[in-house]
């Protein structure tokens, strides 16, 4: 039985082209995301916008980080069970909290750095173009090998009066917006469902995912970053479309869009099937599954994924949260360790360390550029801390007899 309506009506479809040809079309996207992913190009850029310094920083502490391998050795670890942990840990919150983290993990020499990594940073315009996530990129993806680095775009941060005019002159729709200050508009958001607006970006009523959209390409072209988080239905539609010819551009389902039941599972492998690529694969690179998720039932969604035919998708569970997300002391730890003694594969999610120390909270994530420099040694802390409760974890799912996936610094 096949959809009874469309996904999007023909306007809809009409201004998404558009927009993306505003970029020069899928080709030049991708090609533009190829050339800004390379190690050359990223540290050119990082030296004209004054980050050469940070990157040589990093460099030097790569040549400290401890291996996979030998930890393997020492252990005399076999692997002889089915079901594979990949390593995931939130919270680069940009380039000097990153090159403090890098710093901690090259100097401790036990801890594993994780395979993929999480920022929930606003990309503002500021943020894109001047050469810190850029840096951070480089840092992260180039040097430590991280496989993943999943920025996040909120729809309700502010953007320049000039970046609204272009978006609303391509498409032709106009969004509903306020002036945070002189020559900035920002979408207002009227379901303030948390104190961060529903992380200002599962609200992307009427047609607020083409801003959603316009900053995930603005920032794609700008510094290679290949992989969004993406916390509405809207906005997920949206983007398997978008991307659909736009094979090195990759989403995250946030666990925001509550995906707490094999039903609403099964919501997302429609919407993933309907904008399927030539290759049979999708833009969508993981889900992270509902934090109210049984282990039972995530390998169910495991295996009707299997069953789906759609290849290439990691199911993520978060095992640690931020003590302000959601329940005090949670720890899905012995729930993974059911799911992969099951055979079944599953991505490991760090939030938290589990201590709540201070900056281990959501609003950590949402502070003015100011602050959060301000605070980057002690940020930093948080992000090397989560890596170290990861690592351990891993390591503990490897002495069990199952594989656990790190960045490439953390292999010889």
Known sequence: ????????????????????????????????IEHMRRLDTRKKVAAEKGFGDMLEKAEEYAKSFPKVEDFIAKENIKFNKEGVATTQ??????????????KRMAEDGETLVPQEFISVMALTEDY????????????????????????????????????????????????????????????????????????????????????????????AVNTGGDFYLNPSWPSIAAACYYARDIKNLTFKISMLLSTQSPMQFRMLLNIMKEFIRDDGATPIY?????????P??????????????????SLAA??????????????????????????TNITIKYESDGTSRPMDTMEAYFLAKDDRLAAAEQIGDVIYYKCVRCSNDAKDIMRMGHKATFAKISYK
């Open 296 to 313: 039972d039932t995530f390998i169910q969604c495991s295996n009707e994924l299997k069953v789906s035919g759609i290849p290439n998708i």
């Open 89 to 102: 840990v939130s919270g680069f919150q940009g380039a000097p909290i990153t090159l403090k983290g890098m």
């Open 128 to 219: 894109v173009l001047n050469g810190e996530l850029l840096t951070t990129l480089a840092m992260s993806e180039n040097i430590m090998g991280a496989k993943k680095f999943c920025n996040t775009n909120l729809v309700g941060t502010p953007l320049s009066d000039e970046a609204y005019a272009r978006l609303e002159k391509i498409t032709g729709e106009k969004f509903e917006t306020w002036s945070p200050k002189a020559g900035m508009r920002a979408l207002i958001l009227k379901n303030m469902g948390t104190a961060f607006g529903n992380l200002g970006g599962v609200e992307v009523a009427n047609n607020n995912h083409l801003v959603y959209l316009d900053g995930v390409t603005r920032c």
């Open 1 to 32: 039985m096949g959809l009874h309506y469309a996904f999007f009506n023909d306007k809809e479809l009409k201004q998404m082209d558009a927009l993306k040809e505003s970029y020069g079309g899928a080709a030049e996207i991708m090609k533009s």
């Open 286 to 294: 993981e889900i992270n599954l509902g934090n109210g998720m049984s």
């Open 318 to 343: 978060h095992l640690r949260i931020n003590p302000d997300l959601g329940l005090k002391d949670f720890d899905w730890t012995k729930n993974a360790h059911k799911v992969l003694a099951s055979g």
